[in-house]
């Protein structure tokens, strides 16, 4: 079975895949300092608890924090005896072109996502993936990487409202009954939330108008379902995207879950 491991800013998603599909998923906070040794015992404790065996024969890993790969390689190799395909390094080869400026580094979750969308909704996409960062991934015909936006995320525009501004308080992302907040927090969810709604729309807007053909709009990430509820604003919501992207590569690398 293949182990799949997407490293976040925030979370690290593990999911196991038994060459047909998903069976089971774990998250956890992404934190540097974790071990080979304290990444097994979490995931064996969570696999024995849903009565799974840790027979994974394969692991692949898309990180935007470098800091954590060391300690998931030797996860892979003492625990589960296999070199892991790590998205970025040389020895991982994509199924699709990367066409932005020289020099420039892409985030492997950019083209781990670039690859999950090309491979199930076909070319002239943007993908929002809704992270730390709110990013926007413009793929072209051929399924090409070819730029995209970055923007505060959702969270983290939160957060900073929160400790800039004394008197206003952390709040959750939710939609709100109506766009006129009649206390703190609800003009707070109403901003975020209708905010991000315009934010989305103006930038799809500018793409769609630069790239000179239709295009359709993933969302993905944690919370592509709250503003997935907006008609219109997106054609599909994929919150497995990533995971997606990440066994398509493994596969295409040659190799079998």
């Known amino acids: 079975m293949l182990l799949a491991i997407d490293v976040g800013n925030t979370n690290t998603v ?8 998903f069976i089971a998923d774990w998250r956890c906070a992404t ?6 040794d304290e990444y097994f015992v979490w995931l064996n404790t969570l696999m024995t608890l849903q ?15 470098p800091q954590v790969v060391f300690n998931l390689r030797l996860l892979a190799h003492r ?4 070199r892991p395909l790590v998205v970025g390094k040389p020895e991982c080869r994509l199924p699709v072109e990367v066409r932005v400026d020289a020099d420039t580094q892409v985030g492997a979750d950019r083209l781990v996502n ?10 002239d996409l943007i993908v929002v993936d809704f992270g730390t960062a709110t990013t926007f991934d413009v793929i072209d015909s051929d399924g090409a990487y ?18 800039a501004a004394a008197a206003l308080p952390h709040v959750d992302a939710t939609k709100p009954p109506q766009a006129i907040g009649t206390n703190t927090v609800a003009c707070m969810q109403s901003g975020i939330y209708w905010g991000y709604v315009g934010l989305i ?23 592509a379902t709250l503003f997935g509820q907006e008609q219109g604003l997106f054609d599909h919501v994929d919150p497995e995207l990533t995971m997606t992207g990440l066994v398509e590569i493994y596969q295409f690398n040659g190799k079998g879950a």
């Open 146 to 163: 070819i730029g995209g936006v970055i923007s505060p995320g959702v969270n983290l525009s939160m957060r900073a409202l929160h400790l």
């Open 31 to 36: 934190e540097p300092q974790r071990t080979a």
């Open 79 to 82: 625990y589960f005896d296999c």
């Open 51 to 65: 009565g799974l065996k840790p027979d994974i024969t394969a692991v692949i890993v898309s990180s935007v924090v």
């Open 114 to 123: 670039t690859v999950g969308a090309w491979r199930q909704f076909g070319g």
């Open 14 to 21: 593990f999911a196991i895949h038994d060459g047909d599909s």
């Open 201 to 223: 729309e103006r930038i799809c807007r500018e793409i769609r108008h630069e790239h000179g053909r239709p295009m359709k709009v993933v969302a993905t990430g944690g919370l």
